[in-house]
């Protein structure tokens, strides 16, 4: 297991190119988008190619209430194009403290769906999210090649994430129409 740099993302375009409809990740991104208010300010972290802003939008959530990063500048020129209303922007996660947005305070909700089990340095990740804000993320119960890490039960999520994100509510989804794929969606305050 080793992380993937932007070339292996640009390149791997086949199922996050699926219209939302059609995507493997559908279920989780409409569990996700049930923990975010229209008014929340929200910052995606590897927003990827833009459906969970596209699940966003039909939920009413309003285009100046969100702004996506992404390290793959092919993701984001997909998002921008599929939901050309949101802000897209690709930068990588780590440089969060130089958006001004972020520093400001602009932002009360972080979304990281299917990010931290991609990154080597996923609790220093979440160092950079300010205090009190409320974190939505999810990661998978399977591996991959471009997985770090992945989590056999939601007892292994609680247990890395639960000192960093006070955690108030757990969903448990499948995924790619295959009962042993789930993925574990959390939301919580940053500690």
């Given amino acids: 297991m080793m992380q993937q740099g932007k070339d292996y993302y640009n390149k791997a375009m086949d199922l996050v190119s699926l219209p939302l409809e059609e ?3 559908k279920y989780s991104y409409e569990s996700a988008a049930a923990f975010i208010d229209p008014a929340d300010t ?15 939008q ?8 969100y702004f ?13 194009r599929y939901v050309p209303d949101f802000v897209f922007k690709a930068t990588d996660a780590f440089d ?13 909700t972080f979304v990281a ?8 340095n996923d609790l220093e990740f979440l160092d950079l999210v300010p205090k009190d ?9 399977f591996n991959t090649v471009d997985h770090v890490r992945y989590f056999p039960a939601l007892s292994s999520v609680l247990g890395r ?16 129409d295959k009962p042993r794929f789930k993925v574990f969606i959390i939301k919580g305050i940053k500690c």
Avoid at 96 to 108: A, I, S
Avoid at 133 to 141: E, G, L, Q, T, Y
Wanted: with cysteine.
């Fill in 23 to 25: 995507s493997p990740w």
């Fill in 42 to 56: 929200v910052l995606e972290i590897a927003c990827g190619t833009g459906r969970f802003a596209k699940k966003l």
């Fill in 58 to 65: 039909l939920k009413g959530h309003a285009s100046e209430n």
């Fill in 68 to 80: 996506g990063i992404d390290f793959s500048d092919v993701r984001i020129k997909e998002a921008k």
């Fill in 96 to 108: 969060l403290d130089q958006l001004l947005y972020v520093r400001l305070g602009w932002f009360d």
């Fill in 113 to 120: 769906l299917e990010f931290l089990e991609h990154i080597e």
């Fill in 133 to 141: 804000s409320k974190i939505i993320a999810s990661v998978p119960n």
């Fill in 161 to 176: 994430y639960g000192k960093t994100i006070k955690i108030e509510r757990t969903i448990t989804r499948q995924i790619m």
